[in-house]
């Protein structure tokens, strides 16, 4: 099995890169900063290979995508590359929205699109396509963060659209939608700490449950389930009361 792993180099996609490996798949793990993988030690083995490009770039994961799928093809493509900004980072810096919008959105068609070139092209009635998004993109109204759950809701549009679209090629597309998920880019989004975010699960934990949903070739796989139910009842508040909401 030949897997590849569009931001992998820390965090959620790190975790499953590990997990592939480990279940004895070829992996190639893919990000902007590959020296990020140099003291792990799973990187080095030569069923791993590590690749630099910016999913933004979308000749480069073009060119990346056809140079791990050649050969014995493409078996699943993960894409858990992804950005963040909230309302005080546009505030200072107007342009922190762009890389939401160029990776979130265009960065996972770059990826789709390549990926399943690559899987028909090789013939591959089982290949896969999975992409992160996030419970933020379930929510109509999600505080400071719009742009980002905005960006994850159009991520979530976009595994609709493949799906469709790959079905009768036998492709499949799973999309993940976590809640808060305790990896080092969130502590640092929330001053090193994120033990106060709500149902907080572990990136072990995490890795388990996405790698379970793929296995089943679900469509889609929300957890944690309470947090799923918080999304769901606060889009059924009247406005007033979302307004009240804490910001
Ligand atoms: N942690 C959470 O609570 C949580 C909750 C819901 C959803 N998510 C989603 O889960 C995914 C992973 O999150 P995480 O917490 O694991 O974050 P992370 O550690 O920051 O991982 C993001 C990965 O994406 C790569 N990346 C970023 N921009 C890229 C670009 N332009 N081109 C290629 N690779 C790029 C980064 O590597 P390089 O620096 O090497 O490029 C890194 O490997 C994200 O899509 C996030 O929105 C996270």
């Given at each position: 099995?030949?897997?590849m792993i569009?931001?992998?180099?820390?965090g959620?996609?790190?975790?499953?890169?590990?997990?592939y490996?480990?279940?004895g798949?070829?992996?190639?793990?893919?990000?902007?900063?590959?020296a990020r993988?140099?003291?792990e030690?799973?990187?080095?083995?030569s069923r791993v290979s590590v690749?630099a490009?910016?999913?933004?770039?979308?000749?480069?994961v073009?060119?990346v995508?056809?140079e791990v799928?050649?050969?014995a093809g493409l078996?699943?493509?993960?894409?858990?590359a992804?950005?963040?900004?909230?309302?005080?980072?546009?505030a200072?810096?107007r342009?922190?929205?762009l890389p939401?919008?160029?990776?979130?959105v265009?960065?996972?068609d770059?990826?789709?699109?390549a990926?399943?070139?690559?899987?028909m092209?090789?013939?591959?009635g089982?290949?896969?396509?999975?992409a992160i998004a996030?419970i933020?993109g379930l929510?109509?109204?999600?505080?400071?963060?719009?742009l980002?759950?905005?960006?994850?809701?159009?991520a979530i549009?976009?595994?609709?659209?493949?799906r469709?679209?790959l079905?009768?090629?036998?492709?499949?597309?799973?999309?993940i939608?976590?809640?808060?998920?305790d990896?080092?880019?969130?502590?640092e989004?929330?001053?090193?700490?994120?033990?106060?975010?709500?149902?907080?699960?572990?990136?072990q934990?995490?890795?388990?449950?996405?790698a379970a949903?793929?296995?089943?070739?679900?469509?889609?796989?929300?957890?944690p389930?309470?947090?799923?139910?918080l999304?769901?009842?606060?889009n059924?508040?009247?406005?007033?009361?979302?307004?009240?909401?804490?910001?």
């Amino acid at each position: 099995m030949k897997v590849m792993i569009i931001g992998g180099t820390s965090g959620i996609g790190l975790g499953l890169a590990r997990h592939y490996w480990q279940q004895g798949a070829r992996v190639a793990v893919c990000g902007r900063h590959p020296a990020r993988l140099d003291g792990e030690a799973f990187a080095r083995d030569s069923r791993v290979s590590v690749h630099a490009c910016d999913i933004a770039d979308r000749a480069a994961v073009a060119r990346v995508v056809a140079e791990v799928a050649s050969g014995a093809g493409l078996d699943l493509l993960i894409v858990s590359a992804g950005q963040y900004t909230d309302a005080a980072a546009i505030a200072r810096d107007r342009s922190s929205t762009l890389p939401v919008l160029r990776v979130n959105v265009g960065g996972l068609d770059h990826a789709f699109s390549a990926a399943a070139d690559a899987m028909m092209a090789h013939g591959q009635g089982q290949g896969h396509l999975v992409a992160i998004a996030s419970i933020a993109g379930l929510q109509d109204d999600y505080p400071n963060g719009s742009l980002y759950s905005a960006s994850k809701r159009a991520a979530i549009a976009i595994c609709g659209a493949y799906r469709k679209a790959l079905a009768p090629f036998g492709i499949a597309v799973t999309v993940i939608v976590p809640g808060y998920v305790d990896t080092a880019r969130l502590r640092e989004l929330n001053g090193g700490d994120a033990s106060r975010k709500l149902f907080l699960m572990s990136e072990q934990e995490a890795v388990q449950r996405i790698a379970a949903a793929i296995a089943r070739r679900d469509e889609r796989c929300v957890f944690p389930w309470q947090m799923h139910a918080l999304a769901t009842a606060f889009n059924l508040l009247p406005a007033f009361l979302k307004r009240a909401r804490k910001k």
